[in-house]
C-alpha cells in the first residue's frame, strides 16, 4: 500500500504538469472503486458509468487545485460523491430506478452468499442515505474516519454516529429471527 501511495504521488504530480499519461494510469487505478461507491450510491449500473467519467473528469479540470497529493483518494470521492448527490437531486422520485446487486463477497453465517447479498442488500436499504454511505465508505472502500469527514464534509463526531447508528441498525436487520425476539424481549 505504501508503495502505491508514493506510485499515485508521482502520477499525481506529473498530471498535474500536464500529463495524460500519468492521469490515465491513475484512472485506471482508482477508477473500479470509484465506480463500486457511485453504484451503491445511485444503484443503476449506467448512471454509475456516467457518474463516474463525470466525477474523473472534474478531477482532472481541477488536479490544479489539489495542494496535496496525499488527500487525493479523499478529493476524488468528494467528486464523486458530490456527482451522484447532483443527479439524485435532479431526480424525479417517480423515475424507475434498476438496483443494482451488492456485492459483499463470500460469507454468510449459514445463508448461501446470494442469499446473504440480498439480505444485506435490504437491510441496507431501509438505512437513511446518509448512514448507508457512512458504511459504504468505512465498510466497502475502507477509508478512516477523518477520510470519511472529509469526503461528507461534515464533522468527525457526525461521521461516527452514522457509522455506528447504520451498523447497529444492520446488525439487528440481519440477525436470526430468534435472537432478534429474544432481543426484544
Known amino acids: 500500500m505504501i ?37 451503491k450510491l445511485v444503484r443503476n449500473r449506467e448512471d454509475a458509468l456516467d457518474l463516474c467519467q463525470d466525477a474523473f473528469l472534474k478531477a482532472y479540470q481541477n488536479l490544479k487545485k489539489l495542494e496535496d497529493p496525499a488527500r487525493f483518494s479523499g478529493w476524488l470521492f468528494r467528486i464523486a460523491h458530490n456527482e451522484a448527490y447532483s443527479m439524485l437531486r435532479r431526480r424525479k422520485p417517480e423515475d424507475d430506478i434498476d438496483t443494482a446487486p451488492v456485492d459483499i463477497g463470500p460469507g454468510g453465517g449459514g445463508m448461501l452468499p446470494v442469499e446473504t447479498a440480498l439480505a444485506v442488500e435490504a437491510a441496507m436499504t431501509r438505512l437513511s442515505p446518509e448512514q448507508r454511505e457512512a458504511v459504504i465508505l468505512k465498510v466497502y472502500q475502507g477509508f478512516k474516519f477523518e477520510e470519511m469527514a472529509e469526503i461528507l464534509d461534515c464533522p468527525l463526531s457526525t461521521v461516527k454516529s452514522r457509522l455506528y447508528t447504520a451498523m447497529d441498525l444492520l446488525k439487528t436487520a440481519l440477525a436470526p429471527t430468534g435472537v432478534r425476539n429474544e432481543s426484544n424481549a
Open 3 to 39: 508503495f502505491r501511495e508514493v506510485e499515485d504521488r508521482d502520477l499525481i504530480l506529473k498530471a498535474q504538469k500536464g500529463s495524460v499519461d500519468a492521469y490515465n494510469l491513475l484512472v485506471s487505478r482508482w477508477e473500479k472503486r470509484v465506480y463500486n461507491y457511485i453504484l
